[in-house]
């Protein structure tokens, strides 16, 4: 049986009929066509699929989009602002925190949640948040210089 729910995406208001077993991660990327939130493992484990919620970084992929309702998401296509690339990203395209891209929406996601609530982490912190998030290009170095640099 399908219900409705409202949230807001990147700003914007949506009504979506969804089933009880969909997850959010696929509203987003199917109902939505925004595929900036990636699918990787679908069990929570690689943070390729990190959206905020509320302000809240989360595994898109686990949660029921049900649960979403009357909720802010927020996902790397509404970071940009007025056609001006947010500072994460700014400073992981000039420090080369980017190479495949597979797991940068979700590392600068999971980035923008920390530094909202901890605008000066330290490496350790920065590094023990990322973790959940799997990169299998870069080695981590330059997604924490990026991340640093923000936070500096």
């Not at 089933?19 to 990787?40: A, W, Y």
């Not at 929406?105 to 901890?118: D, Q, S, V, Y």
Request: include cysteine.
């Amino acid at each position: 049986m399908k219900a409705t729910i409202q949230l807001r995406v990147n700003g914007r208001a949506y009504k979506v009929k969804v089933e009880p077993k969909r997850t959010l991660l696929q509203v987003i990327r199917e109902d939505l066509k925004l595929t900036g939130t990636k699918s990787g493992c679908e069990r929570g484990e690689c943070g390729a699929c990190t959206v905020l919620l509320d302000g809240l970084a989360v595994n898109s992929c686990l949660l029921p989009a049900m649960e979403a309702d009357g909720k802010e998401v927020l996902t790397i296509e509404g970071l940009a602002q007025n056609g001006q690339l947010h500072p994460l990203q700014k400073e992981f395209i000039e420090l080369g925190a980017i190479q495949c891209g597979f797991c940068t929406p979700g590392m600068i996601l999971t980035a923008k949640a920390l530094l909202e609530r901890n605008p000066h982490p330290t490496e350790r912190e920065i590094r023990r948040e990322i973790a959940g998030n799997y990169c299998r290009c870069t080695g981590y170095e330059k997604i924490v210089e990026a991340i640093l640099a923000v936070s500096e």
